[in-house]
């Protein structure tokens, strides 16, 4: 995650993971989940259980080179985190795909039992 004054507003938790995300650590990102935690990518189907998280999160990381976030803005509201900024993918042939992204957190005690991401991939991609 690029250094911003969001990063300095953000807690320790989010920091990590967004460096799990950039790290391409699926695994690590699935354990800030609940284990009933649901994480919905997009328009994809959301899917349900820490397990079912890591593994479609490993299968995108499967489908890019590697990514990094650029965080904007994040709130805080009562039990959930909400964040906005710009993500870059790398894709295998080496090309980046810049495009943004605004998350949200459904928090159960520390850790996530709703996930919400809303980014357009379309461009990463497209032909």
Sequence with gaps: M?????????????????AAIDGSDARRFAAHFTEDGEFRFGNAPPVVGRTAV??????FFGSIRRCRHRLLRVWQGDGSWAMDGTVTYVRHDG????????????????????????VDVTPLYAG
Aim: one cysteine or more; proline letters at 4%; charged letters at 20%.
């Design 2 to 18: 690029d250094d911003t004054t969001a990063t300095a507003d953000a807690p320790a938790w989010i920091a990590a993971l967004f």
């Design 54 to 59: 890591e593994a479609a999160v490993a299968g």
């Design 95 to 118: 090309r980046e795909v810049t495009v943004p992204f605004a998350n949200v957190f459904v928090m159960r005690g520390e850790r996530i039992a709703q996930c919400l991401i809303f």
